[in-house]
């Protein structure tokens, strides 16, 4: 299939089979993740993969008991800093420092840039702009899902507080964001499944300034 192709053929999935994702396509999907532009690259989010059975089955119940977080072969977590400070930026500037071979040095307008941003910005408001760079990534799993012919279910219903204690993710200083199943649909469980995609019409959706 096209790009496009694969977005007609793509849905919010109501049901999977259980059936599990080659590894090869699930890292496709998690490369494609990992290579999502970000606010000054600085990604301040980081994703989580449950393949665990029973990881999943204690989550069900803080997610309404949908369906596909026990079905999927793979749940994503995408889930924010919940602090962003000047030692998260060295982190960052050391890292294209070596990764490019580059005095870190170098970067020091670019690190002053990072850091009037974080230390101008309320706890609130970092979150916030962690948690949108996070939705980014989101869309790259989505798309990349597609082209590989993985099911796919962004889910916002679930209770963060309770996600995060089962993760253990309050200690890593992460927050859940949004939960991405992963896995391949059940089609004769899923009302879903033959629907046609609805949405907006091209003159209504896109205004074109010329």
């Avoid at 080659?22 to 490369?31: F, G, M, Q, R, V």
């Avoid at 099911?151 to 309050?170: H, R, Y």
Wanted: charged share 20%; net charge negative; with cysteine.
């Amino acid at each position: 299939m096209s790009f496009l192709e694969s977005l007609q053929w793509r849905y919010a999935t109501k049901r999977m089979n259980g059936e599990q994702i080659p590894s090869e396509k699930l890292n496709n999907i998690l490369d494609a993740v990992q290579l999502a532009p970000s606010s000054f690259g600085l990604t301040p989010y980081n994703v989580i993969v449950v393949q665990d059975p029973a990881v999943k089955a204690k989550l069900a119940p803080h997610c309404y008991n949908q369906p596909q977080i026990n079905e999927s072969s793979a749940l994503l977590i995408f889930a924010h800093w919940t602090t962003i400070n000047a030692e998260n930026v060295a982190d960052y500037m050391n890292e294209i420092a070596e990764t490019r071979g580059i005095p870190v040095e170098a970067l020091a307008d670019f690190s002053n840039v990072i850091n009037g941003k974080v230390s101008n910005s309320s706890v609130e408001d970092l979150q916030v702009w962690a948690s949108r760079q996070a939705y980014i990534a989101l869309g790259f799993g989505l798309a990349a899902s597609a082209v590989e012919g993985v099911d796919s279910t962004p889910m916002e219903g679930f209770n963060p507080a309770a996600v995060d204690e089962i993760l253990g993710l309050p200690a890593r200083g992460l927050r859940s964001t949004i939960l991405l199943p992963l896995g391949y649909r059940e089609a004769d469980k899923d009302w879903l499944v033959n629907m046609k995609k609805v949405r907006r019409t091209h003159e209504n959706f896109i205004t074109e300034v010329k």
